[in-house]
């Protein structure tokens, strides 16, 4: 008989249909954080019995003192009650695993004007998911007029990096070419990676012959990992120097 998964059969205590769409509960046991089931299953118990009961005190107080379990369960029950006031609170004390849950909670509900905001306070992640959101809509012009007009002063330099993610991503590769070409070192990056990335053999040998030393190692690699590693040190090996000649007298 195969492993029972954790959080279910007789040391189960919440109902199968507990509404959490969440599942943090169960992939803390999943990674084994007790190190032998006898402890894992106590732990279950006691986190279930707090949960049905209410005891979010309780939970606050063993989430404060390390206990992972008891974290997860309390981000449980204020997902399930929209409570992102509460999960704000937690973060801008410093609790960055509550962060991450108020982030993907306004994300997993469509909340942009939140993700705005925090954005705006400095939140790269609240980013990147509002941007997420708005390409994933097609929203593309909407996405590049908020990177563009400078979101906050300390995400300057992802914004720039997922703007051209985003330029990539919809399929306008010539614009961050011409970036490259001008000049724009991240924009040389993230084009030599969409390149790699698709196996363009080509697109990279004639950015590295254009002196693009990424280019040059990724072109190097993908020969390689191709099968074709004499080709790839041959794309490696130093270029032979001239020798020059000393005038006679």
Do not use: K, N
């Not at 279950?44 to 949960?51: P, Q």
């Not at 939970?59 to 399930?80: P, T």
């Not at 000049?183 to 012959?209: F, M, N, P, Q």
């Amino acid at each position: 008989m195969g492993a029972e998964e954790p959080g279910t059969g007789a040391g189960r205590v919440r109902p199968p249909d507990d509404p959490s769409r969440w599942s943090y509960y169960g992939a803390a046991h999943r990674y084994d954080v007790h190190g032998d089931p006898a402890a894992e299953r106590a732990c279950r118990e006691r986190t279930d019995r707090l949960v049905l009961g209410g005891c979010e005190e309780e939970l606050r107080a063993l989430a404060g003192a390390g206990d992972r379990c008891a974290f997860i369960a309390l981000v449980e029950l204020l997902v399930d009650a929209d409570r992102t006031a509460d999960l704000r609170e937690m973060a801008e004390a410093g609790d960055d695993r509550a962060r991450t849950a108020l982030i993907e909670l306004l994300a997993d509900r469509g909340r942009e004007g939140e993700l705005r905001a925090e954005a705006e306070r400095g939140d790269g992640a609240a980013l990147y998911a509002l941007v997420g959101l708005m390409t994933g809509g097609g929203r593309i012009g909407e996405a590049l007029e908020l990177l563009d007009g400078g979101v906050h002063p300390g995400l300057d330099r992802p914004a720039r990096a997922l703007r051209l993610e985003v330029l990539l991503g919809a399929g306008r590769e010539e614009e961050v070419r011409r970036l490259a070409d001008a000049g724009d070192r991240t924009a040389a990056r993230a084009l030599v990676d969409r390149l790699a990335d698709r196996g363009d053999i080509e697109g990279l040998a004639e950015r590295a012959r254009a002196g693009d030393d990424r280019a040059l190692w990724r072109w190097a690699e993908l020969l390689s990992s191709s099968g074709r590693v004499e080709e790839a040190a041959a794309v490696l090996r130093p270029a032979p120097t001239r020798a020059t000649r000393t005038p006679s007298g």
